[in-house]
């Protein structure tokens, strides 16, 4: 490789390459080593910082635990030291400096630090025990013993100038809290890597290293911190790659920087932001393949959105087409099930009327039959009265005779009264002769009554017969007028069925025949002219015409093909004329 040749991406290491001291040399040697700072087991960065053994699994033993335990009351002790030797300090410092109006609130406020103290460094210790550390409550807790170790040192203070042994007292009043703040951290620190010993743990950076180069190091510090660079070999390899490459890049262009191009001096660019010279380096091309799928992201999504947009059109398309064909197939099945409704009642019309009417005729026949009846009855009551007539005639004849040898009798006897009146002519003669009178004219009376009684018993008797006779010709017509009724009733089911044969024949025809609205409802009026009773065969036009007009009227088109319009409908009923001069037959 030569030296205009710098690689774009980090070379793998090289176990066997030159110190990175060798800066004239090549540059594959210096970017390609990171092993030589990070790797050697010997190196000071890891001997320095004590990252360099293994992580320890997180359990103690019981040697551990027992030290653990000794460590956290030499803590509590350190702690107790430290609240007793700065508690009173504080109180009397407060009351008297600080204006606190008592020794008591001085106390209360030196209490309050300290258990405030206690408690955030408590909180703390549990939380990062929890592995949930929060990593803000040191920073109070530091500021707090800040304040305590100036309070403690302020209040021994001397009233005039200040000496060596000045200095020396009021830094010991701050001996002991810094001592237990490097105690807490320590626990803290010791609490997180025990109960989290997979996360990663940050070097430090040796502290010859901040003496001999302090502000390079300070860049090297803020940049780890920056953007999370645990490592310190690592951050000294990038710092090597990034020297090495400045050098190769003048080398290139003798020393004028300004010559070379944006994508070359990207390194030098991006270095305070974390990135590493081959990242740098490989960011342009990184940067023009990522444009790269979005332009094609975005036109994939472009072309889905229209895939989408057409399959969504397609899919409307075919939900209205459906839509559509339902709607005709409802329209059909209802024009035809109103069709068929209005047969219906058309035939069920016809039949009631003519039902009617034969009801009308056996109503009337029976009315017939009940005069006949009557008239039997009357007769029959004629005929007895001409038995009774009869009867009382031979009574009669019986009475004459009776009557007639009473005369005799009388006449006997007249005749012998007449000899004995005559031959004597006394009172007892008259009396007969009166009884006798009086006999004859009752007698007489008897045959009229008895003329009268026959009479009336014939008239009975003929119209008795007459009546029995008009009653037999009544129930025999009534009995007819019932066939007659059934007959009708089952002519008229029958004709309802056969209307509705049709009916059916015919919507199976029309939506075979895939027909207009119109022409469904043109067929539908010459059904009912069919159903109604006219027979176009062998009539000509104006005949079909006429019979058509006589038996479907306007009213009824307009109900049939569910239109408003007269005109309409009779342009209607002229197209079904046409259709049944043209053969139509359902």
């Known amino acids: 490789m030569t030296i205009t040749d710098w690689p774009r991406t980090a070379a793998e290491p090289d176990p066997d390459s030159a110190s990175p001291a060798a800066v004239s040399g090549t540059t594959a040697p210096v970017s390609s080593t990171p092993g030589i700072v990070s790797g050697a087991p010997g190196s000071v960065s890891e001997t320095e910082s004590g990252t360099g ?25 350190l702690a107790g030291i430290g609240l007793y030797l700065s508690f009173e300090h504080v109180a009397d410092f407060a009351f008297t400096e600080l204006r606190f109006g008592s020794l008591g609130k001085g106390q209360l406020f030196a209490v309050g630090v300290d258990v405030g103290i206690m408690v955030m460094i408590a909180v703390d210790l549990l939380m990062a025990w929890l592995k949930r550390p929060i990593s803000w409550i040191r920073y109070p807790v530091w500021l707090l013993t800040s304040a305590t170790v100036v309070l403690n040192a302020a209040s021994g203070a001397p009233q005039g100038a200040w000496k060596l042994l ?41 502290w010859l290293r901040w003496v001999l180069a302090p502000v390079a190091t300070a860049r090297i510090f803020r940049r780890m911190r920056l953007w999370g660079v645990t490592s310190y070999p690592v951050m000294i390899r990038r710092d090597q790659e990034l020297i090495a490459y400045e050098l190769w890049l003048k080398r290139k262009h003798d020393g004028d920087l300004s010559q070379a191009s944006e994508d070359e001096l990207l390194p030098m660019t991006m270095a305070p932001y974390g ?3 081959a990242q740098s380096l490989a960011m342009p091309d990184e940067q023009e393949q990522a444009a790269q799928e979005r332009e094609e992201e975005a036109e994939r999504r472009r072309l889905d959105a229209e895939t989408r947009s057409e399959v969504a059109k397609a899919e409307s398309e075919a939900d209205r087409l459906r839509a559509k064909g339902r709607v005709e197939t409802v329209r059909a ?7 068929q409704a209005r047969a219906h009642a058309r035939a069920q019309v016809s039949a009631a009327e003519r039902a009617a009417a034969l009801e009308q005729e056996a109503l009337d026949q029976a009315l017939i039959a009940e005069a006949r009846a009557r008239e039997a009855q009357a007769e029959h009551l004629e005929a007895q009265q001409r038995e009774a007539k009869a009867e009382a005639d031979l ?25 004995e009146a005559q031959a004597i002519e006394t009172q007892t003669i008259a009396e007969a002769r009166e009884a006798t009178a009086e006999a004859n004219r009752r007698a007489a ?24 006779r008009r009653q037999e010709v009544a129930l025999a017509d009534i009995a007819r007028a019932k066939k007659e009724a059934t007959e009708a009733e089952r002519a008229a089911a029958e004709t309802r069925r056969a209307v509705a044969e049709i009916e059916a024949r ?81």
């Open 506 to 586: 015919a919507a199976e025809a029309d939506a075979a025949a895939k027909l207009t609205p119109r022409q469904r409802s043109v067929r539908r009026v010459a059904r009912m002219a069919l159903a109604a009773g006219l027979v176009p065969d062998g009539l000509a036009y104006d005949d079909i015409h006429h019979e058509l007009c006589e038996l479907v009227s306007i009213a009824d088109v307009q109900l049939a093909a569910d239109v408003s319009s007269t005109d309409t409908a009779s342009k209607y009923r002229q197209e079904a004329v046409v259709l049944l001069a043209d053969g139509y037959r359902p």
């Open 166 to 206: 000045d200095y020396v007292a009021a830094g010991a009043h701050g001996v002991v809290p810094v001592l237990f703040i490097t105690v807490v951290e320590m626990g803290r620190t010791s609490i997180d890597r025990i109960v989290r010993p997979e996360q990663a743990e940050r070097d430090s950076i040796p």
């Open 275 to 277: 990135y590493t010279v």
């Open 333 to 339: 099945e209802v024009d035809g099930q109103t069709g």
């Open 53 to 77: 053994t293994e992580a320890s699994s997180g359990k103690l033993t019981g040697t551990q635990k027992w030290t653990a335990g000794a460590i956290v009351v030499a803590a509590l002790a």
């Open 395 to 419: 009574r009669t004849a019986e009475l004459e005779r009776q009557a007639a040898q009473k005369r005799k009798e009388a006449a006997e006897a007249d005749q012998v009264a007449a000899a």
């Open 445 to 468: 009376e008897t045959e009229r009554a008895v003329a009268e009684t026959q009479r009336a018993t014939a008239e009975a008797n003929r119209k008795t017969m007459e009546e029995e």
